[in-house]
């Protein structure tokens, strides 16, 4: 199935980054939320990708208008029957995005594709609401998704392929890589590189090195962009011990990450974000 | 840092992620080769894992993981993925077979 019209509900960060993508391989696309202030902060985000886009000479001031014209601001379903793919990038709580979908549901044809950007929600429980869960992918893109080129797409247990295979096509045709993968905790990315930022973390302790030290010689090798203290850091520490608490669930205790990085997020020091977490940022 | 620590961290690092990588291709999660571009795209490693396990090769990362599971245990138990791979003799990039097909 060809889209020719898509929609993304919640104007976060993610889902701003997506439509902003769609929009820049030349698709129109509806940016949805229920709280307006919301949806500006999603639209002057935008803008901001493609204004430093144009500084970048990476396109013309003229294409960059005509792309953010594709993407229509809205706090209504209005225009949705003629929707091919629904991505919902709300929120990471089950029962807000079986909310979501389920109201969406009602408003699109019934060949409509609905997708879930998930990192962590098995797809299958995100679409067990739905009237046909056979239509609904998971599509995980990676942050920020206005510069990663991943999105994992990932059947739940009741998606028909025929929705796989389009979702693929589509993620294609926005000019992104998309990889099918089963449906397992963590999906694919985040559970190896996880494995490997827990071993990276016993490995400190048992050698006694240093954070520091240890993303020096890991960067400096190019096993990896960066080192995984960085890494970590980034991505939030409290985040990191989330997604390492839901694989331990899964598959044991390699997953584990060690009590340091439980006592940096008891001091409040969550990473970058808070200005302190395995390294201290300033301003 | 010594020059052997560095090794053993690095080691443990790239074989903590290519075991994980191989249990995914175990469980069918998805392909190797698919794997390998995920890892790329998604996590900006240089090279995938199991394409980087086929050119240092099989027979020696193998000899790696059994050092490593002596010292350490079952978390770095070599996977029967990898033992079939190299006693059939597609030991990676230098044989033209392993875990993918140059």
Do not use: W
Not at chain 1, 3 to 10: E, R, S, T
Not at chain 1, 197 to 210: I, N, P, T
């Amino acid at each position: 199935m060809y889209v020719f019209k898509a929609a993304v509900l919640g104007a976060g960060t993610m889902g701003a980054e997506i439509a902003q993508v769609i929009s820049l391989s030349g698709l129109p696309v509806v940016l949805k939320d229920v709280d307006p202030a919301q949806l500006e902060r999603g639209m002057e985000h935008i803008r901001d990708i493609y204004a430093r886009r144009v500084q970048r000479g990476r396109i013309s001031e003229h294409d960059a208008q005509d792309r953010i014209a594709l993407v229509t601001p809205q706090l209504d379903y209005q225009g949705f029957s003629d929707v091919d793919l629904v991505i919902e990038a709300v929120p990471e709580k089950l029962e807000l995005k079986q909310a979501v979908l389920g109201e969406v549901e009602g408003h699109v044809a019934k060949t409509a594709l609905l997708a879930t950007n998930t990192s962590a929600l098995p797809v299958t429980e995100v679409g067990a609401k739905l009237h046909k869960p056979q239509r609904l992918v998971g599509m995980h893109f990676f942050f920020p998704a206005s510069v990663m080129k991943l999105v994992e797409v990932i059947a739940g247990a009741q998606t028909e392929d025929e929705a796989v295979d389009s979702a693929v096509e589509f993620v294609e045709g926005i000019r992104r890589i998309g990889v099918r993968v089963r449906e397992c905790p963590g999906f694919l990315v985040n559970r190896i590189l996880m494995a490997g930022l827990a071993e990276v973390f016993r490995a400190e302790q048992d050698l006694g090195l240093g954070p520091k030290e240890i993303d020096a010689a890991v960067a400096a090798s190019r096993l990896a962009p960066m080192g995984p203290y960085a890494l970590a850091d980034a991505l939030g520490l409290d985040i990191a011990q989330d997604v390492s608490e839901t694989l331990k669930a899964a598959y044991g205790e390699r997953f584990d990450l060690g009590t340091r990085i439980t006592a940096l997020i008891a001091e409040g020091k969550r990473g970058a974000k808070t200005g302190a977490g395995f390294y201290t940022y300033t301003g | 840092m010594t020059k052997d620590q560095e090794t053993e961290l690095l080691d443990r690092f790239s074989l903590a992620v290519f075991l994980e990588a191989v249990r995914c291709l175990d469980e069918n999660v998805s392909t190797a080769k698919e794997i390998d571009i995920a890892m790329r795209a998604g996590a900006g490693l240089p090279e995938g894992p199991l394409g980087h396990a086929d050119k240092l090769g099989l027979d020696k990362v193998l000899a790696r993981l059994q050092a490593l599971q002596a010292q350490y245990g079952e978390r770095f138990q070599p996977p029967e993925r990898l033992l079939a791979l190299v006693a059939a003799g597609r030991t990676g990039v230098e044989a033209g077979r392993g875990f993918l097909d140059y």
